[in-house]
């Protein structure tokens, strides 16, 4: 795929070069556009990979809401220019039969990141839900927590008193539900 | 005579084993069961991998499925312009099926609700490294969950967050975990 749509390019260079004499007519100008969109695919397409990057490593040991505000900040902004960088990839393919050359890979790229943002829409609204992200406690909470953790005779206590659930075999659970 | 529960660590193998778990057909029930069932982004897998929530299945002596339990820790944030927070830990979530509601008949504290929820205070207390306070989040509609959160120990504590719903404020409860001292806040 890469190398096709490298030979496309250097097709294009090569015949605008041919026409050297004919340099500023629409199809040159147009070769040079083009050119200067796969440099800006191969370069949006390589940030896409190292943010992906970054996004599983901190997948795997993050625990901090920052963290995961951090990623998703990292595909708001990589995101940013996609609409327009589509419609140009839109106008070069319509002129271009052999294509542009990592327009594939930029488009794939979009929809994940875009997918990637709804899911964390989704995830992070059940996660405070739950309680676990963006707790900021109120005043009052505030102040009972601080009277809980400075005085060990405040706070609400267990009604009864706690007890272990020994544990089961798992096969359990496929045996008879 | 107490019917006595045993519990299996859950993993992603046993989500075949959750795949019918049913706690009523209320909002706030369904918001439980396809919590557990991983319908979705941070659900049951997310707050594992990403959280480090432990979660438990509960069995009767007739290897029943009668409930799930979920234990994980978080940090909580003083009101701005504060930049002080304080490490707890966080029940989840937390289902029994309907047909094992108010089962088995006896002492409230023999219920199979009350053992679930004690086993995870007892869990919580093993955990060391945050502050000796375990919270959860009620839905506000949930009146008798509130109820028996009450019974158990928990209470209000001023505290609300939102979910999906930008409408519906879920309610902080919290309860305190002795045996240990408090951290420092940082």
Redesign the interface.
Known sequence: MARHGLNATAKRMLSAYAEEDERWKPGHIDAMACRDLEDTLRCGNGLYRLISEIAECR?LD???PED?REIQDYFKWWLKPCDRIMAKIAEFESVFQDGVEGADEFRRNCEQAKERLR??A???????????R?????????D??DR???D?S?????????????????S?????? | MASNLRKVPFTKELLPAVEDFECGGQVYEVEVSDWIQNKGPGCVIDAMEKWGTQVWLYVNEQNELVGFGSLGTTNWNWPAPSDKRVAVSLIPSVGIRSRFRGQPIGPPQDRYSTQIVLDLIAAARKITDVNPVLGLFVHPDNQAAMRFYKRVGFADFHQRTKGDDPGVQYIGMILRLDQRPALAVC
């Open positions: 997948r993050a625990q901090e995961f899911n964390e989704r995830a992070a609204a059940v996660e405070a839900r739950v309680g676990f963006d707790v900021e406690l109120t005043p009052q909470a505030a009972m927590l809980i953790l400075s060990p405040e706070g609400p206590r267990p009604a009864y008193e706690p007890k272990s659930v020994p544990l089961a075999d798992p359990v659970l496929r045996r008879g539900r």
